[in-house]
């Protein structure tokens, strides 16, 4: 049974940062891609980042460019998304989610954790 779990959300400050980690298992990590998505109150669940299976390639939204970093460890089957310079705009539960199929950039990710609420204060 695949499972995704996130961590690392938090109450922060405007130009503050954040962590967030997504821990997986039941799947052979090292052989997905794994996204971030996020959800604002109110708002559609939007995609943040993603990070290929060997993590030789990242892709943002262009709302965080410069700001969120995306990285693995795939000997501990972790994704982290380092998150600077935090917005109020970036307030919303934070997802990680991954695609049914190994080696699958296609984006389409079938896997979800169950999220982990990021607010930003003004």
């Known amino acids: 049974q695949v499972q995704l779990v996130e961590s690392g959300g938090g109450l922060v400050q405007a130009g503050g940062s954040l962590r967030l980690s997504c821990a997986a298992s039941?799947?052979?990590?090292?052989?997905?891609?794994v996204g971030w998505f996020r959800q604002a109150p109110g708002k559609e669940r939007e995609f943040v980042a993603s990070?290929?299976?060997?993590?030789?390639?990242?892709v943002y939204t262009d709302s965080v460019k410069g700001r969120f970093t995306v990285s693995r460890d795939n000997a501990k089957n972790t994704v982290h998304l380092q998150m600077n310079v935090l917005k109020p705009e970036d307030t919303a539960v934070y997802y990680c989610?991954?695609?049914?199929?190994?080696?699958?950039?296609?984006?389409?990710?079938?896997?979800w954790g169950q999220g982990t609420q990021v607010t930003v204060s003004s």
């Open positions: 039941g799947l052979t990590f090292r052989a997905y891609v």
């Open positions: 989610a991954a695609p049914t199929r190994a080696y699958s950039d296609a984006g389409e990710y079938g896997y």
């Open positions: 990070i290929r299976w060997n993590g030789g390639n990242t």
